[in-house]
């Protein structure tokens, strides 16, 4: 250990001789070091030259600088160092004013050197108690700074140090308004797409591993000024600073999107990565950090909706659509439980005879304040937010409702039947079955009663896992309908492995058909041929005239949705409706 280092301040030469008599062994020894001033300002000047110097014996009157004064400004210099007093002056008054200045013990001459070495070691064990206390506090300080501004996971700094990386630009811009900036700066907002696919399937622990590979990448990407930060979950974004112009924030873009597209491999499997980047160009006209990096990920948002890997550079139009999705969204929170949501029903009738065969329940929203919401307006925002599972529920348990109650008011209808749309993201639910069965023991409705309508898309993804939830759902007596055939680009010659009843053409097909030339017919000739042979049922929806009821019908269509028929009524006018046919 380095010696003590004990400062004497004193005008008298005579102590410095028998202190450095009095502990000659302990200095011989390296265990104290003393230095001697014969005034305050020698003494701060040995204290800011020294330091850290351990303990401070001083005497009260001096030339220059007297020792009170000196004691008074030793914090200045180190909060843990004390000073000890010895004069000739050991009136109470005199020990008063030193002990008010912060003097932390005070001794009397002639000294007594056996008081003095008692009272030099308890003044140096609080000296060290204090400075351990000091050291643990900056420990906890470091740490706490550490969790505050840094992620743990990556090792990258974190949001909170990134908004004020910006903030503290923002301040030079302000300084530097007189002039126009000869460089800008950029910020890019980055996010993985899909990645809660990896969470799910391959655990969190892989996810963690793929994101630590995530932000070696992104920093392999940057110069020396720039910067990245984990901002939270898949969620990066990167500084750009001094750029010339906007093409390197461009050209920085394309490279990310380039590292993150080479493939990884961790525990023996080999993953694929997309990013979706938003890019705010310049700072000049934002006055909050937060405003910046708001923007960058709206236009990361606008990028995610163009498809997957894409970037784009924020523009305010994409503000005002962002604004309008989010209060959609917060409205349909709360659709539910204001009794917004409604379902309307329309008339499915055979093609053969003209009887009604089913309804399909279809939702409608009516906006307090906007009125009704087109269906392809909140129906995507919904699966996107994932709130198409509590409404999916409430579709499914007033849909069943409503049938039980026509099949008590009609039992001349008692054969009908009822089409019930289906999300993706509800066909993934691990209860699924189990809540189907709980809301018909509710409802006393029969399953066979019911169809249950999927999207073309649904079976493109885990073809043995989804093969396997239709074959539960069938199980429990329901039918299984293809919705918008023809739009999904599945394979017909896949169709046959998978428990399907009935396809539904997407009504595109329709609308392109010339009854008189007969043009564009082959396509629904071979989708109604294929599955006549596989024993489904074929429904053509968005029939609006006779010519294409006769149409469909010579082709063997099975089953007529549309205007023709009928608009999507309420649930008293397909009473009303129920009552005449």
Known sequence: MPPVK?????????????????????????????????????????????????????????????????????????????????????????????????????LTKPINFQDLEVTIQKTLDHVQQARQRQQQIQTAQDELFKIAFYDLLTGLPNRAWFIHQIAQLLEQQLEQQIQPPESTHAILFVDLDRFRRVNDSLGHATGDLLLREVAQRLASCLREPDVVARLGGDEFAILLQNIQDDSYALEMAKRVQEQLSQPVILDGIEIFLAASIGITLGIQNYQRPQDLLRDADVAMYCAKQQGKGQYEVFDPVMQIRVRESLLLENDLRWAIERNELSLHYQPIISAITGQLNSFEALIRWRHPSAGWIPPMEFIPLAEETRLMIPIGWWIFQTACRQLRLWQEQFPSHSHLKLNVNFSAVQLQQVQLVEQIQEILAITGLEAKYLKLEITESYLLKDVAVQIEALQRLRALGMQICIDDFGTGYSSLSRLHEFPIDTLKIDRSFIQRVDPESGQNLETIRLIITLAHSLGMDVVSEGIENADQFQTLQDLGCNLIQGYLISRPLNSQAASQFLAQH
């Open 6 to 106: 004990i400062l004497i301040v004193d005008d008298e030469p005579e102590l410095s001789r028998l202190i450095k008599q009095r502990f000659r062994k302990r200095i011989q020894a390296q265990e104290f070091d003393f230095l001697f001033a014969l005034n305050g300002v020698e003494a701060l000047q040995h204290l800011q030259e020294n330091c850290p110097i351990d303990l401070v014996l001083t005497d009260i009157n001096m030339p220059q600088m007297d020792g009170l004064t000196l004691i008074g400004r030793l914090s200045e210099i180190d909060e843990t160092l004390k000073a000890v007093v010895i004069s000739a002056y050991g009136d109470i008054s005199s020990i008063r004013r030193a002990m008010n200045q912060g003097a932390f013990d005070f």
